[in-house]
């Protein structure tokens, strides 16, 4: 709930916010909380993201997604379509909880039973049923240059036992930057 709005403060800082948010944006899955004012905010009663439908191919200069590729059916089809409304040059820019630090080992999820995956940077071996590794997942994507893949964990207490990573400021997901190079897609 409210992530852009928990993460926004940090991405700021770091310098990269006025970069990568430039020009005709959509922010997939949204809700209430639109990482920019001015972009276009997709959520539920628009449609399924899977689809995008009325969006057309190449129509943004970037797209953004905070936790909306967990509860999606199919997160490879949701992703390509991502890239398909993706200008060439453009920015992907998606988060997904990262099952060690936001699951802690338990599936299901206890923290949201509408998650439907669970997601790692690049493990042989996870202990989820139903992980996704998210270097295989992004290498779907044609003419990609990946910025970066990065777990962030951020401000949580680790002094005692289970915790619930929805709550305060803290952030325990994955970062996943990639730019959309210009040729055949």
């Known amino acids: 709930m409210n992530e852009s709005r928990k993460t926004y403060k940090r991405r700021r800082a770091e310098g ?6 430039v020009g005709h944006g959509i922010d997939i899955g949204c809700g209430g909380d639109p990482v920019t004012p001015s972009c276009v905010g997709w959520d539920i009663e628009d449609g399924d993201a899977h689809d995008l439908e009325g969006r057309e191919a190449e129509e943004f200069d970037w797209v953004y997604s905070s936790h909306c590729l967990e509860h999606l059916i199919d997160p490879r089809r949701a992703l390509l379509r991502w890239w398909e409304v993706l200008k060439p040059g453009g920015k992907l820019f998606f988060v997904v909880p ?8 338990t599936w299901p999820s206890q923290f949201n039973g509408d998650h439907k995956w669970s997601f790692t940077v690049n493990k042989s071996r996870s202990w989820s049923p139903v992980s996704i590794n998210l270097t295989e997942l992004i290498a779907v994507l ?3 240059r990946v910025m970066w893949l990065r777990t962030c964990d951020f401000d ?16 325990a997901h994955i970062e996943v930057y990639i730019q959309k190079l210009a040729g055949r897609s």
């Open 16 to 21: 990269y916010f006025d970069t990568i948010f």
């Open 156 to 171: 949580y207490d680790y002094s005692g036992g289970v915790w619930d990573r929805t709550l305060g400021n803290a952030e």
């Open 142 to 144: 044609p003419n990609r």
């Open 98 to 105: 990262d099952e060690d630090l936001y699951e802690q080992g």
